[in-house]
């Protein structure tokens, strides 16, 4: 585009020029070429539209600069030039459509794969369906879709299959989200995978995974729309691995979130719950009061009163 700027510039106050011509040549080669790959239905190669440009660009660099004096016909443009001009902007087309070729046949492969791994799986075929989603992920390993897909049906296949070793499983389900989230680190969905795997893990005894999975739960709670839930889940997780400290830095949250009676008292509840497992007794009971004083639901209030009555 810079090349480009430079021979509208040089051009200034004088006909097209050929400098002119083959900047606006390039142009329109990128123009067309993102029309023609959204006919393919491959939104993703437009994003490389700087890519069309250049290559548009690259085929004028030779002609770029050759100076020729204005004709004297009315025409700004002579009818060779305008064939020259056509010929590189077709010439600039089918090269861009060449550079991106592989991309495209890769996209389009890989939902080829994913369409067979639904089929498979629709029909009962679980293995076949991995390995069509497998397939599907090495060829678009940036797809979300892919990889949440090939984790859930390594879960399903381990779930329903006798004689299989289920940690390997496990862990292979939590590799398919996890190499994922370099393409994606903003994901809920990915990070919301890592956390439930890499924890179900930890809780086995694989206690190399608990960092893993705390630290994609507390990015799946930031990442979650609802604040508030996202940090009631965090702080029911944490508290249930008893990890008091982190689930009282949630509950603090989750006060401060709060908007009504029923969710201040969930805070306050779980407040006194983390601080009762940290051997604060006295704000333990204090914290739990004040949950009943909002007047909770049935379940809630029992909850609260039976937590209560365990204090010492």
Same mark, same amino acid.
């Given at each position: 585009?810079?090349?480009?700027?430079?021979?509208?510039?040089?051009?200034?106050?004088?006909?097209?020029?050929?400098?002119?011509?083959?900047?606006?040549?390039?142009?329109?080669?990128?123009?067309?070429?993102?029309?023609?790959?959204?006919?393919?239905?491959?939104?993703?190669?437009?994003?490389?539209?700087?890519?069309?440009?250049?290559?548009?660009?690259?085929?004028?660099?030779?002609?770029?600069?050759?100076?020729?004096?204005?004709?004297?016909?009315?025409?700004?443009?002579?009818?060779?030039?305008?064939?020259?001009?056509?010929?590189?902007?077709?010439?600039?087309?089918?090269?861009?459509?060449?550079?991106?070729?592989?991309?495209?046949?890769?996209?389009?492969?890989?939902?080829?794969?994913?369409?067979?791994?639904?089929?498979?799986?629709?029909?009962?075929?679980?293995?076949?369906?991995?390995?069509?989603?497998?397939?599907?992920?090495?060829?678009?390993?940036?797809?979300?879709?892919?990889?949440?897909?090939?984790?859930?049906?390594?879960?399903?296949?381990?779930?329903?299959?006798?004689?299989?070793? /289920?940690?390997?499983?496990?862990?292979?389900?939590?590799?398919?989200?996890?190499?994922?989230?370099?393409?994606?680190?903003?994901?809920?969905?990915?990070?919301?995978?890592?956390?439930?795997?890499?924890?179900?893990?930890?809780?086995?005894?694989?206690?190399?995974?608990? /960092?893993?999975?705390?630290?994609?739960?507390?990015?799946?709670?930031?990442?979650?729309?609802?604040?508030?839930?996202?940090?009631?889940?965090?702080?029911?997780?944490?508290?249930?691995?008893?990890?008091?400290?982190?689930? $009282?830095?949630?509950? $603090?949250?989750?006060?401060?979130?709060?908007?009504?009676?029923?969710?201040?008292?969930?805070?306050?509840?779980?407040?006194?719950?983390?601080?009762?497992?940290?051997?604060?007794?006295?704000?333990?009971?204090?914290?739990?009061?004040?949950?009943?004083?909002?007047?909770?639901?049935?379940?809630?209030?029992?909850?609260?009163?039976?937590?209560?009555?365990?204090?010492?």
């Amino acid at each position: 585009m810079g090349v480009g700027t430079w021979a509208l510039w040089r051009g200034r106050g004088r006909d097209w020029g050929t400098g002119r011509t083959l900047a606006l040549v390039a142009v329109t080669a990128a123009l067309a070429g993102r029309a023609l790959e959204q006919q393919f239905g491959v939104p993703q190669a437009a994003d490389g539209l700087l890519a069309w440009a250049l290559v548009g660009l690259l085929a004028a660099l030779p002609a770029v600069g050759t100076a020729r004096p204005a004709p004297t016909s009315v025409r700004a443009i002579p009818v060779s030039a305008r064939a020259g001009a056509w010929a590189l902007a077709c010439l600039a087309v089918v090269a861009a459509g060449a550079l991106t070729l592989p991309f495209t046949y890769r996209v389009l492969a890989a939902g080829r794969e994913a369409a067979l791994a639904a089929s498979a799986e629709q029909d009962g075929y679980v293995v076949e369906a991995l390995e069509r989603i497998e397939s599907a992920m090495r060829l678009g390993p940036a797809s979300t879709a892919y990889r949440v897909r090939a984790a859930d049906l390594l879960d399903r296949f381990r779930l329903t299959t006798q004689g299989v070793d /289920d940690d390997v499983l496990l862990t292979g389900a939590l590799a398919a989200v996890a190499e994922g989230l370099p393409y994606a680190p903003l994901s809920l969905t990915l990070n919301a995978g890592v956390s439930e795997r890499a924890l179900e893990l930890a809780r086995r005894g694989r206690t190399a995974y608990l /960092d893993v999975g705390i630290a994609a739960l507390r990015r799946a709670a930031d990442l979650y729309p609802n604040a508030y839930l996202a940090q009631q889940n965090l702080t029911t997780r944490l508290l249930a691995m008893g990890m008091a400290d982190g689930a $009282l830095e949630g509950a $603090l949250r989750m006060e401060a979130l709060a908007q009504g009676a029923e969710t201040r008292a969930t805070a306050r509840y779980l407040l006194g719950a983390a601080l009762s497992s940290l051997g604060r007794m006295g704000e333990a009971r204090t914290a739990l009061e004040g949950a009943l004083a909002e007047g909770p639901l049935k379940a809630l209030a029992e909850a609260i009163t039976a937590l209560l009555d365990g204090l010492p």
